[in-house]
């Protein structure tokens, strides 16, 4: 894949109104994006397919919707108010702050250089300090030391906290999960390549609480169980893989870890980690907080603490994802036709309906009136801003599955035409047969 592909989705996103550079009349805001009104529609598809998939079809979870602000101790049992840093080099040549990993080697493969500058700099001199990632705020109208608290940095800490919660309100056995989605922020060193690393983001993570002995078997399952989601939502197969951590690349906490990786323009990267966790959270938190937050297994009678199998994605990098894996262009007689070939769950607006010709009254009214009844049923757009060619164009470029088109024709014999997507295929349909059509296209 190439960067030409990336430059083609970011300025789709764009032009139809999917993607929009964040505070953009202020000049922007560095590395921080608006979802417009087609992304937001695809962002919301996407998590619903994922709450679908996560929560409401499977019996063993329960879904929780936690704060972003919470009590600072949190932080301290996480260990991200120790150890959520990267080390940080300053040049002092150009002023410029780097990642440590981010420095250049010099010729003699010896010392480092300043990327930007190539200033030698001497780590013995000057060596790495650390950052933490987490964004510092204060609560209430004092900012002093004791007003501290942090926008939380995953989500994962939220479910943690409520663990003892969902058990006793849900007669919880285990082994069952709490699934969550919801804003995070990381005061990121180096964000970039579009949506795929900001600040602030979206994720979707599972916390799903076993006995230890069965770690191993459900941590399989669920990176088995998550490669299949992209999967079928439509994700091509040869841009996606595993990637398991190597023992010195774990962190502290987990025993294990499999990356799926998505092949993007700029290279493979992660969209989810899938990890044992062991029972390091429920550990720290009970340290911390004092409670007992056992499990009692009462066919054993014994008492416990859980191991945790955590899949964790991002919502914004599955859109990108989805995004590119979706983008095509296609040669046509009259030239060539952008299409976004999202799967019939992701994409925005599955309908539109496209008056033949906008001048002809009753042509219009026919097609506002097919659209505000199709509309009970499934997410169709009414568009009449352009010429019907164009109209085909602009919905291939939004992922649209079918127009119906109204021409003169439909007021004598009560026939639309709907065009597919992706053959371009015209099936001639009577309109009262329309919502069984759709049905029976899986819509
Ligand atoms: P990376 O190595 O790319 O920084 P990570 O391993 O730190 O990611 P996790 O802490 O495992 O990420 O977070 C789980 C998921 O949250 C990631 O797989 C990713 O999809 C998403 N995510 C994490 N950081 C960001 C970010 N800065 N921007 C967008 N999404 C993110």
Redesign the pocket.
Request: negative net charge.
């Given at each position: 894949m190439s960067n030409a592909l990336m430059e083609q989705v970011v300025s789709l996103c764009k032009r139809r109104g999917f993607i929009f550079p964040g505070s953009e009349i202020y000049g922007g805001l560095s590395s921080s994006w608006d979802y417009g009104p087609l992304g937001v529609e695809l962002k919301r598809n996407l998590k619903q397919a994922w709450w679908k998939a996560a929560v409401h079809l499977r019996d063993d979870m329960e879904g929780l919707d936690s704060g972003i602000l919470m009590h600072p101790s949190i932080w301290r049992a996480s260990g991200h108010i120790e150890g959520f840093t990267d080390p940080l080099v300053d040049c002092k040549a150009c002023k410029k702050r780097f990642r440590e990993d981010q420095l250049n080697l010099s010729d003699n493969g010896k010392t480092k250089m300043c990327p930007e500058c190539g200033q030698i700099i001497d780590l013995g001199q000057n060596p790495p300090r650390m950052f933490n990632l987490m964004l510092k705020t204060y609560l209430g109208p004092v900012e002093d030391e004791g007003a501290v608290t942090y926008l939380r940095?995953?989500t994962a800490q939220g479910i943690f906290v409520n663990f003892l919660n969902v058990i006793n309100t849900r007669h919880r056995k285990l082994p069952f999960g709490v699934a969550q989605i919801g804003k995070?922020f990381?005061n990121?060193i180096t964000?970039g390549n579009f949506?795929?690393?900001?600040?602030e983001?979206?994720?979707m993570?599972i916390e799903y609480f076993v006995a230890p002995e069965e770690a191993d078997v459900w941590y399989r399952k669920w990176i088995d169980l998550r490669l299949d989601w992209y999967l079928e939502l439509g994700m091509k197969k040869e841009n996606l893989r595993l990637r398991e951590h190597a023992k010195e690349e774990l962190a502290h906490y987990a025993k294990s870890c499999t990356?799926i990786e998505y092949q993007f323009p700029f290279g493979w990267?992660?969209?989810?980690?899938i990890?044992n966790r062991r029972d390091f959270d429920l550990k720290q938190h009970a340290h911390l907080s004092g409670k007992d937050l056992t499990y009692f297994d009462q066919a054993r009678n014994l008492r416990f603490l859980p191991y945790v199998i955590e899949p964790?994605?991002?919502?914004?990098?599955?859109v990108l994802a989805f995004v590119v894996d979706a983008y095509r262009q296609e040669k046509v007689n009259d030239g060539t036709r952008v299409v976004l070939g999202l799967d019939k769950s992701l994409a925005p607006f599955k309908i539109a309906v496209l008056p033949l010709l906008k001048k002809n009254e009753k042509v219009v009214a026919l097609a506002k009136k097919i659209n505000y009844v199709l509309k009970n049923k499934f997410m169709v757009k009414y568009d009449d801003t352009a010429s019907i060619g164009k109209l085909y164009r602009r919905q291939d470029e939004i992922g649209t599955l079918y127009c119906v088109t109204v021409d003169p024709e439909t007021l004598e014999d009560n026939k639309v035409t709907v065009r597919d997507r992706d053959t371009m295929l015209q099936d001639r349909v009577s309109i009262e047969s329309l919502e069984k059509y759709f049905q029976e296209k899986g819509l």
């Open positions: 940095p995953e995070s990381r990121e964000p949506t795929f690393r900001t600040r983001f979206e994720q993570e990356d990267s992660e969209l989810e980690g990890a964790s994605g991002g919502v914004d990098r599955a």
